[in-house]
């Protein structure tokens, strides 16, 4: 089953039927390991009644090409990849950094339809000198949320709903 806008995170390979309740599932995974908590919190000092619940997608963005550790020519590079927003939000802007956000290059949008939960694809160019660059990549929702600039922002004790900016290294050479 797919529910746009949601984490299927479920493994859905075990379904064996659907129910519908009004309170959010005690099995195991779902009070346990799939809650959100502030950085400051452990694994044994967080009341795991009180963590944000994963649910709907987090806004993210990720850069598929150039991959990490590519080796281009120097010049006007093209970057391209994809966001999500989750929820009934859609993705409005994504920018794209090559100096660790001190500036930024808006990407241009591939048209999706204006519909929620679909994926969005991006493309910019960035005109980069002889060097060793990180590219990193976020977006902002219709909402006008953006993606978090750290994991420490953004956090659970597994990893999970990791949605700081993308950050690519590669080196352009001339």
């Known amino acids: 089953m797919v529910v746009g806008g949601y984490i299927g995170a479920r493994n859905v390979k075990w379904l064996s039927g659907i129910s519908l309740q009004q309170t959010p599932s005690d099995n195991h995974y779902q009070a346990r390991e799939y809650k959100l908590f502030p950085p400051h919190l452990t694994a044994e000092t967080a009341d795991y009644s009180r963590g944000k619940m994963l649910g709907e997608i987090p806004l993210n963005s990720v850069v598929c090409d150039p991959a990490e550790g590519a080796v281009l020519s120097a010049g006007s590079v093209p970057v391209r990849g994809y966001a999500i927003a989750g929820g009934a939000r859609r993705v409005e802007r994504v920018a ?14 591939e048209d999706h339809g204006n519909h929620p939960t679909a994926w969005c694809f991006w493309e910019a160019n960035l005109d980069l000198a002889p060097g060793g660059y990180r590219i990193v990549a976020r977006a902002t929702d219709s909402a006008g949320d953006t993606q978090p600039e750290t994991i420490e922002e953004v956090w659970n004790f597994l990893g999970y709903a990791n949605t700081a900016w993308h950050r690519v290294n590669i080196r352009a050479e001339g």
């Open 96 to 109: 794209i950094s090559s100096d660790a956000g001190k500036t930024w290059v808006e990407a241009s949008l």
